[in-house]
């Protein structure tokens, strides 16, 4: 379901076969050599399936009729190639979260960025090459809310003669955190911008689509990881939830971190993790050398630091020993299960113990996986993140934070505005007028004490504003939080680039004193950051990715309320540096 081959002749089809099948994965279909790279093909077919979770069966959009969707595997330097074919009313673009997509910015899918949707009827194929990645990353939906449902696993393994930074693990396992929704979530976005209102929450979180024992008749749709004594095991972890930062534990387990956002890390040994929307990372899990008379939880459960209302529900999984004495699953059933501690939900503790947590992320920063962060900068930026208001159109009362006002997010107090023409195009052909400006502001128009008494006046402006940067470029953007409506963590992500952490902190940024305090040794590279809540964080790239490359928080409610701006980045002066022109099937507005 999740591959398709192109029309060969059929002993050439069985020998391609053969050769897949020889793969750690079944899904990967199509090599030509063992050790050169290759180019991978699936088809992606955009359909409605009907599913059942919490005793309520609904119609949900997918890929292939899974939910979640197909898993993509590639090793680095592989050449993928993605047919989308949309059989529903929604429109749809594919985005491949974290993969950088040098010179390849049309195949990065974000809609009305990078290219128009793909309307019911028609297709698009998505054409990239993974270079210098390796790890776990996933593709989801880039629309409205439809990555509630249309999202999966992206995982690259290292070339043929590379081997793991560590041991070869005797299994690997993603796991896929999401959110179940009985209502449809393109209503509740709809309603929610309608009346300005923050918008209902979803119903359960989930591994791998299933809710497990702790929510109502979902003691059936429970994922279980069956393992062995004494052998390691690699969880590939990633949080495709629209709305929720999670923490993650297994019960009596400890387990040791070995990778962010598909880069190698310095390992971490921990017995509980956060991962934001948008963030991946991979553990190594060793077992108990006998097999224990007891099954333990796996759970995840958010971590929240906004004011509004939210899922404050908790998905469990369940950790097996295979036992040879003891296989049968009905006795595993009567078995005590452990549970794990995780911290309180909202506590200042807890936003204490996720500073911690972060600041422990380091690269190797060693001769195979250097860390290229740049050491000067070009362009400084200095982005403030959060929430504010919008006016409520006349003759309508809305339900934001007061009658007349509807939620808005905003960066340097600007909400993005979707054009209705894709940046990409509007870019590369010269037509911005009318499309987008570039006078997108470095720096707040108005300053004011970030962290502490919010300003009166909480209105945001409108507009479709981007940044323009020179090709090379080295660039270092803080990202401030507010106290406009809350204090609260924002997870952002960057679209082409991965960009390293060189500092973070509580309160406001101060300029004279934090860069002598930044890492510039060996600063953690990833692609999508949690600004802390009531805090800043500082980060540094190099744009040498030409093309146009969102930046927006992945709460998807506040995606939605426009926390999001464009970077464009130009043309540098030889061939392999300059974007090259559209794909003949680039989907039109």
């Keep these: 379901m999740g591959a398709y081959l192109p029309p060969y002749p059929a002993f050439i089809v069985a020998f391609l076969f053969a050769i897949a099948s020889l793969s750690v994965f079944p899904e990967v279909a199509f090599a030509t050599s063992k050790h050169a790279s290759v180019t991978r093909h699936y088809k992606f077919d955009i359909k409605l ?16 009729g899974k939910f979640p969707g197909p898993r993509i595997i590639a090793r680095e330097g592989d050449r993928v190639i993605v047919k989308v074919v949309n059989h529903v009313s929604n429109n749809i673009s594919i985005h491949w979260h974290g993969v950088r997509q040098l010179q390849s910015g049309w195949a990065d899918g974000p809609s009305y960025i990078t290219q128009c949707p793909i309307q019911t009827g028609q297709s698009y194929v998505y054409n990239f090459t993974i270079v210098g990645q390796r790890g776990t990353l996933f593709w989801h939906a880039h629309i409205t809310w439809l990555r509630s449902t249309v999202y999966g696993p992206l995982i690259i393994l290292p070339k043929h003669n590379a081997s793991y ?28 911008l309608q009346t300005g209102a923050g918008p209902n929450v979803s119903d359960a979180y989930t591994f791998n689509g299933l809710p497990g024992p702790l929510y109502n008749c979902s003691q059936k749709d429970t994922f279980r990881l069956k393992v062995k004594p004494g052998k390691t095991y690699l969880l590939r972890l990633i949080n495709a939830a629209l709305n ?39 553990i190594l899990l060793k077992t108990k050398p006998q097999a224990p008379n007891a099954t333990f939880f796996i759970l995840a459960k958010p971590y929240i630091t906004g004011m509004g209302t939210f899922d404050n529900t908790t998905v469990a ?41 972060t600041r422990k992320f380091r690269s190797l920063a060693n001769a195979q996986f250097p860390a290229n962060v740049p050491q000067t900068v070009q362009k400084k930026f200095f982005f403030t993140v959060g929430l504010g208001t919008s006016r409520c159109p006349k003759n309508q009362t809305c339900q934001g934070p007061t009658n007349s006002s509807k939620f808005a997010a905003s960066i340097n107090n600007f909400s993005f505005a979707l054009p209705t023409t894709a940046l990409l195009q509007a870019h590369f052909f010269g037509k911005s007028n009318g499309v987008y400006t570039t006078d997108f502001p470095s720096f707040p128009l108005h300053q004011f004490n970030y962290t502490g008494t919010p300003p009166n006046n909480t209105l945001v402006s409108n507009g479709t504003k981007a940044v323009v940067l020179p090709f090379n470029t080295s660039v270092e953007i803080v990202l401030q939080d507010t106290s406009i409506l809350g204090a609260e963590s924002h997870p952002l992500h960057l679209h082409g680039f991965n960009f390293y952490i060189v500092g973070q902190g509580f309160g406001n940024y101060d300029s004279n004193k934090d860069p002598a305090k930044y890492n510039l040794v060996d600063p953690v590279e ?29 709460f998807d409610v506040h995606l939605s309320w426009g926390l999001r701006m464009a970077w464009v980045v130009q043309d540098g002066k030889l061939p392999n540096q300059k974007l090259p022109p559209p794909p003949s099937d680039l989907p039109k507005c």
């Design 244 to 282: 929720d930062e999670l923490f993650f534990t297994i019960a009596n387990h400890t387990f040791t971190i070995v990778e962010a956002d598909a880069i190698y890390i310095k390992p971490i040994k921990t017995n509980i993790l956060l991962l934001t929307p948008g963030q991946t990372t991979n």
């Design 317 to 357: 999984g369940i950790l097996e020993y295979e036992n040879p004495s003891n296989s049968s699953s009905t006795n595993s059933n009567k078995l005590p299960t452990f549970k794990p501690f995780l911290p309180p939900i909202n506590a200042s503790i807890t936003t204490s113990f996720v500073m911690n947590f």
């Design 165 to 192: 930074p560590f041991a070869k693990p005797h299994k690997e396992v993603p796991i896929i955190f999401g959110e179940w929704w009985n209502a449809d979530p393109e209503a509740v976005l709809q309603q929610a």
């Design 526 to 554: 990833r692609n999508t950051v949690g600004v802390p809540a009531g805090g800043w964080v500082a980060i540094r790239f190099l744009a040498d990715n030409p093309g146009v490359w969102l930046m927006h928080c992945h």
């Design 49 to 64: 399936k009907n599913v059942t979770r919490l005793c309520r069966t609904k119609a949900i959009v997918t890929v292939n």
